[in-house]
């Protein structure tokens, strides 16, 4: 058993500030995620080291980008500087704990493919660079609802990724890490992903079937993702939550309804956090405090959903809302989350 990860923090900025920050902190930067309408400028001139998936996604509210970056949070004065390398499509940062990888991958006609070679690259990588363990992956690609060669692209995203899966089990083993998968207006296939050397646990959903056993109405292959990951460090408790939507079971609730669906997301999330906790023995976790990023397919449903989260959660909420496609034709919305305990965690804008 190896020791705890010394600690990892994220934190939402618009993506401008990045630039802003001080050398020492930029030092500290495993990676980052960046949303925004318009992919013109959006190159982190000053922080080029940072590896960083740029996915082209309005946000619904009154910033124009926002960006969520992966620090590494031991004091900078007894880190090692973090290490930087590139491995075919992959570009990652990485410490002696933890690997932060992006890659982005053309799909020359099959997304299916692409899926099944982006995969194969991580898994290569994981092995080549002994980090065993993965902690969570954020999945973009174009049109995901689309449907070529007879199948829709999600389904195939779903047919590559567990094609990888299979073919690395030795190394790789069953685990299933904390997930999302959102459509995009265009853009290659864009996958983020993070590493480590210490076993995170893998957290179920009691009110929905583990997406890995959904039957095969949803496509051929099951999404290869757990609804979440716990994963302990000497700084505190990480509860990584998948993109988390209105399914219970394995069905699609309140079709055309964002309000409904919006409450029975919020439902799920509770009852993904409180099966956390549970494992923990102690309520670690709180609904009411995690900084949010939520997904909406129309961005004519903003109020609706915004509404929906502030009346569940009796208060303002913590969230930033990005116009993405959702992996079911009929889901409406999709939310995902880091929880850090204790409550007070770093994330939020600045
Ligand atoms: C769901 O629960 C909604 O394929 O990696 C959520 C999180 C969803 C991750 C993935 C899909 C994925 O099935 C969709």
């Known amino acids: 058993m190896s020791l705890p990860i010394t600690g990892i923090e994220t934190i939402c900025m618009p993506f401008a500030n990045i630039e802003q920050q001080e050398q020492s902190w930029k030092d500290k930067a495993l990676g980052a995620i ?143 890490p904390a997930a999302c998968a959102l459509g995009l207006e265009s853009g290659p296939l864009t996958i983020a992903f993070l590493l480590g050397r210490q076993a995170p646990i893998a957290v179920e959903n009691p009110r929905q079937i583990s997406a890995y056993e959904y039957p095969e109405e949803y496509g051929p292959r099951a999404p290869s993702f757990s609804r979440a990951t716990l994963l302990h460090t000497e700084q505190n408790e990480i509860l990584f939550i998948s993109g988390t939507a209105s399914i219970v079971g394995h069905l699609t609730m309140h079709p055309l309804d964002a309000v409904a669906q919006t409450n029975e997301t919020l439902e799920n999330l509770d009852a993904v956090i409180n099966e956390a906790n549970q494992m923990l023995g102690e309520k670690k976790f709180d609904l009411r405090n995690i900084y949010f990023r939520v997904y909406i397919r129309s961005a004519s449903d903003l109020s609706l959903v915004r509404n929906e989260m502030e009346r569940y959660m009796g208060g303002a909420v913590k969230a930033v809302f990005i116009q993405a496609d959702i992996c079911r034709k009929e889901l409406l919305l999709e939310i995902e989350a880091t929880a850090f305990s204790p409550a007070s965690n770093h994330m939020g804008a600045i």
């Not at 092995?127 to 689309?146: K, S, V």
């Open 34 to 176: 960046c949303f925004s309408a318009s992919l013109i400028d959006m190159k982190i001139e000053g922080a080029a080291e940072i590896p960083t998936i740029y996915l082209q996604a309005p946000l619904l509210d009154e910033n124009e980008t926002s960006t969520e970056v992966w620090l590494n949070s031991l004091a900078s004065s007894q880190a090692k500087p973090l290490v930087n390398g590139a491995k075919n499509a992959i570009q990652y940062r990485l410490s002696d704990e933890l690997l932060f990888g992006v890659i982005t991958v053309p799909e020359n006609g099959v997304l299916q493919n692409a899926a099944e070679s982006a995969y194969r690259q991580i898994f290569a990588l994981m092995e080549e660079m002994d980090y065993p363990y993965i902690y969570r992956f954020w999945n973009y690609m174009a049109d995901i609802n689309g449907i070529s060669h007879e199948l829709e692209r999600y389904r195939q995203f779903n047919v590559g990724r567990k094609n990888a899966f299979l073919a690395y089990a030795t190394s790789v083993g069953t685990q299933l």
